[in-house]
Antibody, heavy 124, light 109 residues
Framework: EVQLVQSGAEVKKTGESLKISCRGS????????IAWVRQMPGKGLEWMGI????????RYSPSFQGQVTISADKSINTAYLQWSSLKASDTAMFYC?????????????????WGQGTLVTVSS | QSALTQPASVSGSPGQSITISCTGT?????????VSWYQQHPGKAPKLMIY???KRPSGVSNRFSGSKSGNTASLTISGLQAEDEADYHC?????????FGGGTKLTVL
């Protein structure tokens, strides 16, 4: 069965850097986009961006462009989300998800498998 | 404020049917079957329940159905069960951008 396994919870200080991971298994990792989604405490889901591990093409939400970096290492079936300087407002749960992108007159996108989430807590 | 509007909460009794709406613009809801729906239990990852407006993934109960009328997509849950109590999120994709609704908390009375 398709699985996305994320790295463990992180507790960091403001200004520190961080890179969290998402490893895919039981499917062809290079043939599906991977998305990152943020969920702040008690809030809804926010799309951050997607990456195509086959060629590392990346698309960011305007809200997160310049704030985070999404990358992938196809040799180890792993996608990453990283920050260079964390802020307290980065405290949230972060999910990776496999993307299904269907083109049938229009581009249709949805997330069919999700990782278990990585909780990032940032304090001063 | 999200480009997709959902009610903050809905409730129903076991056995009843409920509908959760998701209203957007013509470009993100009305034009094609763009909307997907996700169920999220507390402390758990979201789970795909409906895609392309009305399709159910394998393993999802047929008590869950999706539809669209104009610029409003809807998720209907029939024969409500206690285990359906969760948050439900709608999602669409247009202009190379993904947008989620604010989420709806379903309470089973």
């Amino acid at each position: 069965e398709v699985q996305l396994v994320q790295s463990g919870a992180e507790v960091k200080k403001t200004g520190e850097s961080l890179k969290i991971s998402c490893r895919g298994s039981e499917y062809s990792f290079t043939r599906y986009w991977i998305a990152w989604v943020r969920q702040m405490p008690g809030k809804g889901l926010e799309w951050m961006g997607i990456i195509y591990p086959g060629d590392s093409e990346t698309r960011y939400s305007p809200s997160f462009q310049g704030q985070v970096t999404i990358s992938a290492d196809k040799s180890i079936n792993t996608a990453y989300l990283q920050w260079s300087s964390l802020k307290a407002s980065d405290t949230a749960m972060f999910y990776c998800a496999r993307v299904r992108l269907v083109v049938t007159g229009a581009e249709i996108l949805y997330f069919d498998y999700w990782g278990q989430g990585t909780l990032v807590t940032v304090s001063s | 404020q999200s480009a997709l509007t959902q009610p903050a909460s809905v409730s129903g009794s076991p056995g009843q049917s409920i509908t959760i709406s998701c209203t957007g613009t013509n470009s993100i809801v009305g034009s094609y079957n763009l909307v997907s729906w996700y169920q999220q239990h507390p402390g758990k990852a979201p789970k795909l329940m409906i895609y392309e407006g009305s399709k159910r993934p394998s393993g999802v109960s047929n008590r869950f159905s999706g539809s669209k009328s104009g610029n409003t997509a809807s998720l209907t849950i029939s024969g409500l069960q206690a285990e359906d109590e969760a948050d439900y999120h709608c999602c669409s994709y247009a202009g190379s951008s993904v947008v989620f609704g604010g989420g709806t908390k379903l309470t089973v009375l």
